[in-house]
């Protein structure tokens, strides 16, 4: 028999430019289906008080909900939105705008899905468990790097795991590239948002599932990757590439998978709460033996731009918290698969994993 190709859906409609998010009401318009069924924005609350608000276009009976982005999204805060907008209107809402980073896409994506499909986020962590298309979507990134904004994916803390709903319905339906949005954010944020990246592309195109579709999204990623990190830029040039280095990098995983650091970091995040960015900056720096070219490069860009990395940070763990990082970390097949095989088993043990973990 033929090999079988994985079917993906794309972002539909995108549109990309300066002050383009001004567009986002004529956008809206035709998607409204009543008064009475509403546009629902869930805006990072890092947005309170600022004139970005003032520019979100509502009309009728739409609703602004800011949602703090302290702590990664879980399927909890997601059934209690949902719920929420239900109790608030007899209709389903026309749809839902996700306004922030990575956090508030992915809330975005999740309510979205959550909206059309009985019981909780939970009951869909995993890999094509949703069987309803989702209410319209939309994604506005106002920080660059997750490539959430592309992605078939929203990763949630669930009561018993950190995964993502894969589907082929968590894709946004559009998207807005408005580079200007992503003006404000702090340099250190930047930055760790900015190498999640940067790992995303490294560990595609070292991985064993690279293909020449990934490999043509995740070469270009890393080139505007080394210029925003390593290059001199105008700040305007700078937030425009690293808008379009998310893009591809987020488009280079989507065929493909990341790899070891993300895996690592999954365990960090689901321990100690360590958020995803900076989680893949941790793990990343002690990878050499997994990608010493990637990692040779990110000591580059840390010094570059003065970032200094937090110690520490596991030195007070129980043993049995060590192990249950180690298991969610090696619980992640697929991203090992993709780093080092199908024999992974053989090179990635509990013990090596602890011994990395250790030196965070
Ligand atoms: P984030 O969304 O948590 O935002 C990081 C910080 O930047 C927050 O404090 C936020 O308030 C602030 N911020 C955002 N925009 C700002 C602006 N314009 N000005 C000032 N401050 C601003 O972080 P992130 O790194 O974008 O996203 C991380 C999340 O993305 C994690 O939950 C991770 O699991 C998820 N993720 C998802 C995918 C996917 O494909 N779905 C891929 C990678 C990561
Ligand atoms: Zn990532």
């Known amino acids: 028999a033929s090999e079988q190709y994985r079917n993906f859906p794309m972002v539909p409609r995108v549109v990309y430019g300066k002050g383009s998010f001004d567009q986002l009401g004529d956008i809206l318009m035709p998607k ?5 069924a509403p546009m629902i924005f869930l805006v990072d609350d890092v947005f309170e008080n600022k004139p970005l608000l003032e520019r ?4 009728f009976c739409d609703q602004i909900i ?15 939105l949902v719920k929420k907008i239900l109790a608030d209107f007899g209709d389903l809402p026309s749809g839902i705008i996700g306004i922030g980073g990575g956090t508030l896409l992915d809330l975005a994506k999740a309510v979205a899905l959550l909206l059309t499909n009985k019981g909780s986020a939970s009951d869909y962590q995993g890999w094509d468990l949703v069987n309803t298309p989702a209410v319209y979507h939309v994604g506005v990134p106002t920080i660059s790097g997750t490539g959430a904004e592309v992605s078939r994916t929203t990763v949630l803390m669930g009561p018993d795991k950190k995964l993502g709903i894969n589907s082929d319905y968590t894709t946004f339906d559009q998207v807005v590239l408005d580079p200007d949005l992503t003006e404000g954010v702090p340099k250190d944020q930047w ?22 579709f990934s490999k ?13 990190f390593l290059g ?7 937030r425009e590439k690293l808008m379009m280095a998310s893009w591809h990098g987020g488009m280079s995983i989507a065929y493909s998978q990341v790899g070891v650091a993300h895996a690592m970091s999954y365990g960090l995040g689901y321990v100690l709460g360590v958020k995803h960015g900076i989680g893949n900056c941790l793990v990343f720096q002690y990878l050499e033996e997994f990608y010493p070219e990637g990692v040779s490069m990110f000591k580059k860009m840390l010094q570059k731009h003065a970032i200094e990395l937090p110690v520490g940070i596991c030195a007070n763990l129980s043993d049995a918290e060590m192990n249950t990082m180690i298991t969610v970390a090696m619980g992640m097949a697929p991203l090992w698969e993709n780093a080092l095989g199908e024999n992974w088993k053989t090179i990635v043990t509990p013990k090596k ?8």
């Open 56 to 59: 979100i276009p509502t009309i």
């Open 191 to 212: 930055f760790y948002t900015g190498m999640d990246c940067f790992i995303h592309c490294i560990e595609s195109l070292n991985g064993t599932f690279l293909n020449a």
């Open 232 to 238: 001199t830029n105008s700040a305007t040039d700078s």
């Open 216 to 228: 043509s999204y995740g070469e270009k990623s890393l080139d505007l990757c080394k210029e925003v």
């Open 32 to 36: 409204r289906r009543h008064s009475e």
């Open 66 to 80: 800011l949602i703090s982005s302290n702590e990664e999204p879980k399927t909890e805060q997601v059934d209690a």
């Open 353 to 360: 994993l602890a011994s990395i973990y250790k030196k965070i």
